[in-house]
């Protein structure tokens, strides 16, 4: 993917008062640690809505710490080796993730995105070439379980926090007894939380009717539908990308038993380019749970970050991968070295809970603490980055969505659920 450097360099310097973002990448000849960092995306296929906002995010974020570094005569530079595009697959994440490691020289990666395809990656390149990976958007509470000698990590709020969120979200709008059928991707992301999601309720005091695990490649999806709306279930919990859920919609539709003012939906959904791709008839009236942003001036980050990426073509999770490559840059600073064991240490590092609090709008100072060797505390524009002893976020905060005329329009105040893991 092409990164739009002119609209990079329209962006003023980082102060601890402004919320204006730096300016053009250019490399630090001077002696010192040389960091590459890889993207790897989804710009085509599944949540390709995501997937371009998201990649000018992280790039940005290496842009401004090279440029801190430069202003405070940090000798190296933290640049992107290469970004790829996986379209969501986990076998093509295997392939983007194979060519920016062992090709491009990228010593650590930013993404994949989902659950399944991060996974893939890590558990094919990037655990055995003891190399951090940080993912913005996974949530699997499988990523947990891997052997990974701690180096993996993820901004996004896990699934165990996101399944309590839904719980809480139906048990208000259809009771907490309620009748729920479930329908979910045969993935790695949606096998678990649909698992997760059916534990959570029943121990709310709720009731489950049918959980059907679909194939995301299947030809045609009218056998899942009529499972899906069997019985008299009183609300459905669907867990899918825009792709397939284009062809469930359908599907469901055509039984004329579903009701989408009575279906929940998950994050991907909270973005109107996706509900575009399934059509806005199949997911008006819907609601859904998402992750919200809990950093550091959120909005004023977004309204910069507007001179790259117009506010209509932003996705709600483009700060995360923002925060995920100031924390790898960040991390090579402090480490003194583009060694992945060493790399790793330099995330926990910069990352907190110890350690001087630094925000994004204070690079600068946050560049010349980790130059020092001092811990820091990473406050982002995503989240404070309180990363647990699993590489997850210890805590999440989540809002409820409804869909209008083909938008996610927030409701509740934006936040619905605030826990720690």
Not at 218 to 236: E, H, L, N, R, W
Request: hydrophobic share 45%; net charge neutral.
């Amino acid at each position: 993917m092409k990164i739009n450097r002119k609209r990079l360099t329209a962006l003023a310097g980082i102060t601890a008062t402004a919320s204006l973002f730096a300016g053009a990448a250019t490399v630090n000849a001077a002696t010192g640690v040389d960091m590459k960092i890889g993207i790897v995306l989804p710009i085509t296929g599944n949540l390709s809505a995501y997937g371009p906002p998201m990649t000018q995010a992280a790039t940005l974020g290496v842009t401004q710490v090279n440029d801190a570094m430069m202003a405070n005569n940090v000798p190296g530079s933290c640049t992107v080796a290469s970004s790829e595009d996986d379209q969501a697959s986990p076998p093509q994440s295997v392939e983007a993730a194979n060519k920016l490691v062992l090709t491009d020289g990228a010593n650590a990666l930013i993404g994949p995105m989902t659950s399944g395809t991060t996974m893939s990656a890590a558990q094919a390149v990037t655990i055995p070439a003891g190399i951090p990976l940080i993912s913005p958007a996974a949530s699997s509470v499988d990523l947990a379980l891997l052997d990974d000698s701690d180096s993996v990590f993820q901004v996004y709020p896990s699934d165990a926090l996101q399944a309590k969120a839904v719980v809480l979200a139906m048990a208000k709008q259809f009771g907490k007894k309620a009748l729920v059928n479930v329908g979910a991707r045969n993935d790695a992301y949606g096998t678990a939380l649909a698992a997760t999601f059916k534990t959570a309720w029943v121990a709310n005091g709720g009731r489950i009717g049918v959980v059907d695990i679909y194939d995301p490649n299947a030809a045609t999806y009218d056998s899942d539908a009529a499972k899906i709306v069997s019985g008299k279930p009183d609300a459905f919990f669907i867990i899918d990308f825009e792709q397939t859920f284009a062809k469930v919609a359908p599907a469901l539709a055509r039984t004329k038993k579903w009701n989408v003012s009575k279906t929940y939906l998950t994050e991907s959904f909270n973005d109107a380019n996706s509900i575009k791709t399934v059509g806005a008839k199949y997911v008006n009236g819907a609601h859904g749970t998402a992750a919200a942003p809990a950093g550091t001036k959120t909005a004023a980050w977004k309204k910069a970050f507007e001179a790259i990426v117009p506010k209509d073509s932003q996705s709600f999770v483009d700060p995360a991968a923002y925060d995920a490559a100031v924390i790898e840059c960040l991390a090579a600073i402090y480490a003194k070295t583009n060694k992945g064991p060493a790399l790793i240490k330099g995330i926990r590092a910069v990352s907190g809970p110890a350690g001087t609090p630094y925000s994004w709008q204070q690079l600068n100072a946050a560049v010349k603490a980790v130059a020092a060797g001092k811990k820091i505390a990473y406050k982002g524009a995503w989240s404070e980055v309180d990363f647990d002893s699993t590489g997850a976020p210890g805590s999440g905060t989540f809002e409820i969505y409804h869909v209008v005329n083909g938008i996610p329009v927030d409701t509740h105040a934006n936040v619905l659920y605030k826990a720690k893991a």
